[in-house]
DNA sequence: CCTAATCCCATTGACGCCCATGATATCCCA
DNA sequence: TGGGATATCATGGGCGTCAATGGGATTAGG
């Protein structure tokens, strides 16, 4: 399955094109829908992106919460509505529609940012403040990342 | 699994490329990908290197943590934005990029030092001072290790 | 018919690929 | 056991290629 790690700006030129990073675009490869998916994340000024797949499994997901309860009227409402599929131009470039760019607070350059198996697309400068906070909360809560196998490891 | 011991010097060369030492490289030969992966240590003025196949564990770790929590979001950001990855050149090289270099206060040589798992990487004189260190704080502390036998345990 | 999106081509600058060198360690055989 | 031959590794540098970007041309769509 896909992987997305790393950060990379680039540019978004006047009409409102920008370079996905070659080494996502890799990663997306072997999809059948040559593009992204992407979402306005309900919580940061971001766009949560993936291939197709990742999409379907996100449907999955909501699928093992109960129909019609709030939880999953929410869901639902809150990720797909305003999910854009985006194509990659001949160069792997894709477009981003005026209301995404809104969202995000997006103007001259956009970060890429790998999630693991996701991305999301910042305004750079908000994307280095969000990862300071994220950080800082990370260390004060202690997160620790629980590993498979025989040994644990824990890192904060 | 991968194994790294040991400690290796080598040098930067002007283009910012190092050569993983030849040992650290064949522990890494049967990865589909020929690379390492690195990121900045939280606590350390170092890199955290593996291949790929750890961070694909991490990644698979996050995902048994709920999407859209606080506590996903927190390490899936301190985490993945900032780690890289880098490919082999065809004599076992990698290239590191301006903010790793940063980070870990490389300028001539960079010292790579085997951590089981994982190894790291340090501007070498650091390494020294931290080793040092390390190894007074595991005697006055008298520290142990458990190994391994029907339950696992790490020591703090 | 006008706007907007897609396609196509050109530029450029970085970095990946290749070869050459030297230094070490290893092997082989006398 | 010594010494030379050889392989391996770290290093340096030149060159080609590809990714990112910009702009013009063509098509679609309202």
Redesign the interface.
């Known amino acids: 399955m896909a992987?997305?790690?790393?950060?990379f700006v680039n540019k978004i030129d006047r009409k409102g094109r920008v370079s996905v990073p070659a080494?996502f675009r890799a990663a997306l490869a072997e999809q059948p829908f040559q593009g992204i998916v992407a979402f306005p994340s309900?919580?940061l000024h971001a766009l949560q992106c993936a291939g197709m797949d990742w999409m379907q499994s996100?449907i999955e997901?909501t699928t093992r919460v109960d129909l019609f309860s709030p939880e999953h009227d929410d869901l639902t409402a809150a990720l797909f509505p305003d999910a854009k599929q985006l194509p990659f131009d001949g160069e792997g470039r894709i477009m981003l529609p005026e209301a995404l760019c809104a969202h995000a607070r997006l103007t001259e350059t956009a970060a890429f940012?790998?999630?693991?198996?996701y991305f999301e697309i910042w305004e750079p400068q908000a994307?280095e403040a969000?990862?300071a906070e994220?950080?800082q909360?990370?260390?004060d809560?202690q997160?620790t990342?629980?590993?498979?196998?025989?040994?644990?490891?824990?890192?904060?």
Chains 1, 2 share one sequence.
């Open positions: 992987v997305f790690i790393d950060t080494t309900f919580q996100l997901s940012a790998g999630r693991g198996r994307l969000y990862k994220a950080r909360r990370a260390a809560k997160r990342l629980r590993q498979q196998g025989p040994d644990q490891g824990s890192n904060r």
